[in-house]
């Protein structure tokens, strides 16, 4: 099935119907799904508040994730005339800042990972848990940053090796790792191309990086399509890449192929087949053998099967979305930036579930920590520690703001 490439018109019903009404994403009401019940007028309006927030000094945020077991989180952080990038690291739970201290570090008592120099504006963070190695593209110096991360006797991480560092494409906007770390493909916008990279190790860490490989994402230069690449993931023996200007899916075959053979000429990592997507990709999730991209423009979510890769599906969420990810079981969670939104809906989250059916999706408006201060939230993350489930969401309106929200009880269960 095609996916349309269209601007949704604009819902002037707002965000604020919650229990027993109509929602943006659907004429479903929330009482029709499995174990929720019609609520009293308050429960109506309904918001995610942040129940706290990682403070990382009003900088701004590049990208942050989670180690494997969730007692962390990593983010990537600029501050400084010199525009120099921090790599940060936190408890989930207490949120205490671990590292050493390094002047400049705009954490609370300056403790940091590590500091790379220079205005590299990154818009992206890796992290791989087999080699404890953080991979950060510098998107304004065409160069990918590679450090590993050094943890104590007690698994409290204490500091970042000096970032070892290799040339790849034109502006490297997203990057993706294959699992046992010695693989890296960035998605480089302004080249409009992946670069492969091999991380060879010496000792258990990083020595040193080569691009063995560079796929064009616009392979007929008589007539080039500029596709713009935004996002990247990987799925066993192949590379998904998000291109925005061309609202598709691309494929990259035979990922993991042996350096040696395609350096060789034996082998190749190439460009595969491309599905379409809604309008203006940004991002891209797994869940199972399906994709999930979050499209800016269409105000919508599409899934794609990836054996053959195709479209499948299209659902409405919020105005301007621009991250997602998934609950790893049976829930699609969109960030919707609501910047487009002429009628003042705002900023929200929506929660689908996989199968993109609208009968089970929620919007929910979300506030900045401090009532009334702008919220534009971006990059998120679901965290399952227990019984504690949160949303972690990038407030980019607040610069350096990382907000927790608990997760509404809609998302503890499937549908």
Not at 99 to 104: A, E
Not at 364 to 382: C, R, S
Not at 390 to 399: A, C, E, F, I, K
Not at 403 to 411: D, G, H, K, R
């Amino acid at each position: 099935m095609m996916i349309s490439k269209y601007k949704f018109p604009v819902v002037a019903a707002g965000l604020v119907l919650l229990l027993g009404m109509s929602f943006l994403t659907g004429s479903a009401t929330l009482s029709s799904l499995p174990g929720v019940q019609a609520g009293t007028r308050e429960q109506e309006q309904q918001e995610l508040t942040p129940s706290a927030k990682l403070d990382l000094g009003g900088s701004k945020v590049n990208g942050f994730l989670f180690t494997a077991d969730s007692k962390y989180v990593f983010a990537s952080v600029s501050v400084g005339r010199d525009s120099s990038v921090f790599l940060v690291a936190a408890d989930t739970g207490t949120r205490k800042f671990y590292g050493k201290k390094i002047r400049g570090c705009p954490v609370d008592g300056e403790i940091c990972l590590v500091q790379i120099r220079g205005n590299i504006n990154p818009q992206d963070l890796a992290y791989n848990e087999a080699k404890k190695v953080l991979f950060v593209p510098g998107f304004d110096d065409d160069t990918l940053y590679i450090s590993q991360v050094a943890f104590d006797k007690d698994g409290k991480p204490t500091e970042a090796k000096a970032a070892k560092k290799v040339a790849v494409g034109a502006g490297p906007r997203a990057i993706a790792v294959t699992e046992d770390g010695t693989r890296a493909f960035t998605v480089n916008e302004r080249g409009h191309t992946v670069s492969v990279v091999d991380v060879l190790y010496k000792d258990g860490a990083p020595d040193k990086a080569e691009v063995i490989a560079t796929i064009k994402l616009d392979p007929d230069e008589e007539n080039p399509t500029y596709p713009s690449p935004a996002d990247i993931a990987l799925k066993g023996d192949k590379a998904y890449a998000v291109n925005t200007d061309t609202w598709q899916v691309c494929e990259i075959k035979n990922i993991n192929a042996k350096s040696e053979d395609v350096k060789a000429g034996k082998e190749k990592i190439e460009l595969g087949a491309c599905a379409a997507t809604g309008a203006y990709p940004r991002a891209i999730t797994m869940l199972e053998d399906q994709a999930y991209v979050v499209n800016s423009l269409g105000d919508s979510v599409s899934q794609l099967s990836l054996e053959p890769l195709e479209s499948k599906a299209e659902a409405r969420v919020g105005d301007a979305p621009r991250g997602i990810t998934t609950d790893g079981k049976c829930w699609i969670i969109v960030t919707n930036t609501g910047v487009d939104d002429t009628e003042g809906s705002g900023a929200s989250v929506t929660f689908v579930n996989k199968n993109l059916e609208q009968s089970t999706t929620l919007t929910l408006p979300v506030t900045a920590t401090v009532p009334g201060d702008p919220i534009v939230p971006t990059q998120v993350q679901f965290l399952s520690v227990q019984d504690v489930t949160t949303l972690w969401v990038l407030n980019v309106g607040g610069r350096g703001e990382l907000n927790i929200y608990t997760a509404p009880e809609i998302v503890r269960t499937c549908p």
